[in-house]
T-cell receptor
Framework: DSGVTQTPKHLITATGQRVTLRCSPR?????VYWYQQSLDQGLQFLIQ???????AKGNILERFSAQQFPDLHSELNLSSLELGDSALYFC?????????????????FGPGTRLTVL | AQSVAQPEDQVNVAEGNPLTVKCTYS??????LFWYVQYPNRGLQFLLK??????LVKGSYGFEAEFNKSQTSFHLKKPSALVSDSALYFC?????????????FGTGTLLAVQP
């Protein structure tokens, strides 16, 4: 158990709908990362938050948004869902923000949320 | 841009034999390299990392990896494979630029250990 929790584990919804995925980082971790794992795109970085502020953006669609709350949990919002958004969405956390050799800490991943869009 | 490549989609090995899962990297600057493992219906688990120092890095579950700068490789190894090692293995590199630790992953290698 990594200490990172994600809810729900599974989500089945229809095209055009909106869903929210939730992540609670390990105790003491300030950074939260979201990744998407799909068959055609592999494992891709979406977005990072550090202590409530956005720090980095990857290949995240405009239909997707995220935030990190004062208690450090994070939510990933996916709207106007399409069939191609079906994937496994992972949250990871680490202590540090990043950017320097001495500040790196490995990321610990949650179990993921499997999203199926029908 | 930073990237890692895992040239093998699948590696088959008999239980008790040594295993190697290959990874090559392309980075500007000194690389931060990682191996993660994904078991079915589970999240990614951290195995080991190379930041600096000794080229042979030891990690969890008896795995180790050898950093080779001249060959730009970071292969994952284990002296004696177990059936329970069967899983999907990902090599990753930390991206540079800005204040972030985001990871760039390879495509993954499925390790199948036969009893």
């Amino acid at each position: 158990d990594s200490g990172v929790t994600q809810t729900p584990k599974h989500l089945i919804t229809a095209t055009g709908q909106r869903v929210t995925l939730r992540c609670s980082p390990r105790s003491g971790d300030l950074s939260v990362y979201w990744y998407q794992q799909s068959l055609d795109q592999g494992l891709q970085f979406l977005i990072q938050y550090y202590n409530g502020e956005e720090r980095a953006k990857g290949n995240i669609l405009e239909r997707f948004s995220a935030q990190q709350f004062p208690d450090l949990h994070s939510e990933l919002n996916l709207s106007s869902l399409e069939l191609g958004d079906s994937a496994l969405y992972f949250c990871a956390s680490s202590v540090a923000m990043g950017g320097g050799r001495s500040s790196y800490n490995e990321q610990f991943f949650g179990p993921g949320t499997r999203l199926t869009v029908l | 841009a930073q990237s890692v490549a895992q040239p093998e989609d699948q590696v088959n090995v008999a239980e008790g034999n040594p295993l190697t899962v290959k990874c090559t990297y392309s980075v500007s600057g000194n690389p931060y390299l990682f191996w993660y493992v994904q078991y079915p219906n589970r999240g990614l688990q951290f195995l080991l990392k190379y930041i600096t120092g000794d080229n042979l890095v030891k990690g969890s579950y008896g795995f180790e990896a050898e950093f080779n700068k001249s060959q730009t490789s970071f292969h994952l190894k284990k002296p004696s494979a177990l059936v329970s090692d069967s899983a999907l293995y990902f090599c990753a590199v930390r991206d540079y630029g800005g204040a972030t630790n985001k990871l760039i992953f390879g495509t993954g290698t499925l390790l199948a250990v036969q009893p």
